[in-house]
């Protein structure tokens, strides 16, 4: 996985040659040159347990996912190209990954 990831400038990070950005708990992936994007919103988190040292850690849970339009001249109801929801931010990523692969070829 190390492979995919790297920084440009010490400010962003790159996922698979795309910009990945995180602010709080939304997460917005992909260049605003392509067609579209993908925006994912956390919507809840859930408290898991490892097992050295019975640590927590707070990782989310439920994830709306968008594929969005970069065209700015349409209103915004407009640019939700594709809507989802999924359980995980690792199932979320990939569907949203899968899908914005199509729509941007």
């Known amino acids: 996985m190390a492979e995919y990831i790297s920084t440009i400038d010490g400010k962003y990070l790159i996922y698979r040659g795309k910009p990945l950005l995180r602010e709080k708990n939304m997460i917005c992936y992909g260049s605003m040159k392509d ?13 898991i347990e490892t097992t050295d040292e019975s640590k ?13 339009s970069t065209d700015t001249t349409k209103p915004g109801h407009e640019r939700i190209a594709k809507q989802f929801q999924k359980n995980g931010l690792h199932e979320a990523m990939d569907l949203g990954i899968n899908f914005l692969d199509r729509m941007n070829a």
Not at 35 to 47: C, D, P
Not at 59 to 67: A, R, S, T, Y
């Open 35 to 47: 067609k579209y994007i993908l925006f994912l919103m956390i919507l809840s988190n859930k408290t």
């Open 56 to 68: 927590k850690h707070e990782v989310p849970d439920m994830i709306l996912g968008q594929i969005l």
